[in-house]
């Protein structure tokens, strides 16, 4: 297909998955992904959560939601309610991932949308996975790894909604975008705008009419900077003790030992390798062989042990 070919085709694509994907929420982060799923969702209410005193993208979500002619609800969480609802968490992804921030967002998006009523989700899981929103992606050879990692994406909102009893619903991982995801060649998806390289090309080309150019142009924020909650990594660490440090598993980041030691509270040992399994090189969970990622402690391939210690302990950058 040519390039217009491709937008039209995209769009009506997208366009279909959320008419069979309704939700009577969207968890709303100002980013293009929810900012399109805004834009073709048009009476769905918006939800925003950060760490108290906003995080990096509270301010463009109030932004996309002036310009969609929106409200936006805000959820404000407190540092004290975050570090309480780590137990929980880890309880429920039976996992001590350093990840986790990423995770507490969502467990606060999923309870305070049902503390209003709202039983079904919508979030734009996948986008970035399948059209390189990601700048770690840029130099890959995406013709093989976006098929490859397409086969292999997992998402916790899943199993964070399961446990408050609410669906999910991910337009961008409907069977239908998928296919068109994966049928569309690797220079459509990054590519130089304006002086800089671009994730994302094509969905950003694909809505720039119909989304202010900041909105569609801005750059990636992860989940736990965009939402504040990275903010809580050097509190956790501040946390930690001596007996913390003294751990078997291979650290990934500074603030893992705290995350271990309530997993081993909540959930226990860790579980060793089935029948076809390989123990993690980590933390020695069972994984599939070939895998890339442990759900356990949060390995993927190509990471390294954290050289934290309670002398250097720092809060690490985003992974």
């Not at 507490?104 to 970035?128: H, I, K, N, P, Q």
């Not at 899943?158 to 690797?186: C, N, T």
Request: aromatic content about 10%; proline content about 8%; overall charge negative.
């Amino acid at each position: 297909m040519e390039r217009n070919e491709v937008i039209q085709t995209l769009r009506s694509s997208l366009q279909e998955a959320v008419r069979r994907n309704p939700a009577d929420v969207l968890f709303f982060s100002g980013g293009l992904d929810t900012s399109i799923l805004a834009l073709l969702s048009p009476t769905t209410p918006l939800l925003h959560i950060c760490l108290e005193d906003g995080g990096e993208d509270l301010p463009y979500a109030e932004a996309a939601a002036r310009a969609l002619g929106r409200s936006l609800i805000v959820r404000q969480v407190s540092a004290d309610e975050a570090l309480a609802a780590i137990p929980e968490i880890i309880r429920i992804r039976r996992s001590f991932d350093p990840a986790l921030p990423n995770d507490l967002a969502l467990y606060f998006a999923f309870a305070e949308a049902r503390s209003l009523g709202f039983e079904v989700a919508m979030t734009g899981d996948g986008a970035d996975e399948l059209f390189a929103g990601y700048s770690y992606m840029f130099d890959r050879d995406l013709a093989t790894y976006i098929p490859w990692l397409a086969g292999r994406m997992h998402f916790s909102s899943g199993e964070l909604g399961h446990w408050f009893g609410m669906e999910v619903r991910q337009p961008y991982l409907d069977p239908a975008v998928v296919d068109l995801a994966l049928s569309i060649p690797p220079e459509l998806k990054v590519r130089e705008e304006t002086g800089a390289r671009f994730g994302k090309w094509i969905l950003r080309r694909a809505f720039e009419g119909d989304l202010p150019s900041p909105l569609c142009w801005q750059s990636k924020r992860p989940i736990e900077v965009g939402t504040g909650f990275s903010r809580l990594r050097e509190k956790v660490i501040g946390m930690l003790t001596d007996e913390d440090w003294a751990v078997s598993v291979r650290l990934i980041s500074c603030d893992q030992p705290y995350y271990y030691r309530i997993y081993r509270q909540v959930v226990g040992e860790i579980p060793p390798p089935g029948p076809g399994e390989v123990p993690c090189p980590h933390c020695g969970a069972g994984l599939p062989p070939n895998a890339y990622h442990c759900r356990t402690c949060g390995w993927y391939g190509g990471a390294t042990a954290s050289s934290c210690s309670p002398a250097n302990g720092a809060p690490p950058g985003s992974r």
